[in-house]
Nanobody
Framework: QVQLVESGGGLVQAGGSLRLSCAAS????????MGWFRQAPGKERAFVAA????????YYADSVKGRFTISRDNAKNTVYLQMNSLKPEDTAVYYC????????????????WGQGTQVTVSS
């Protein structure tokens, strides 16, 4: 069993930055690929980024490539999402997920989810 808790969301102006964190409990964190998804009001949950268990491989949605960076610290059981050059269309609830493969973009492929953290980007 893995429990995930996100933090770091908030309100930021367009062009600004935020760093999301996802703290995981459970001794299997270092063996799991980790992902970030987001869900805007009225829309389906969408893939943002993912990283392999070792941190050696990453995968990004086209909409965030070059602006967002996923990283992890297995010693701290934490995965991060650094978000730069934020746009109003990045506004969403961001979720941390675990258990899928790092190239899995479908939410159904992930077994564990956090409660989400709100990111709001004003224009």
């Amino acid at each position: 069993q893995v429990q995930l808790v996100e933090s770091g969301g908030g309100l930021v102006q367009a062009g600004g930055s935020l760093r999301l964190s996802c703290a995981a409990s459970g001794r299997t964190f270092s063996t799991l690929s980790m992902g970030w998804f987001r869900q805007a009001p009225g829309k389906e949950r969408a893939f943002v980024a993912a990283m392999s268990w070792s941190g050696g491989s990453t995968y990004y949605a086209d909409s965030v490539k070059g602006r967002f960076t996923i990283s992890r610290d297995n010693a701290k059981n934490t995965v991060y999402l650094q978000m730069n050059s934020l746009k109003p269309e990045d506004t969403a609830v961001y979720y941390c997920a675990a258990g899928g493969g790092y190239t899995d973009v479908r939410p159904s492929m992930y077994a564990y989810w956090g409660q989400g953290t709100q990111v709001t980007v004003s224009s």
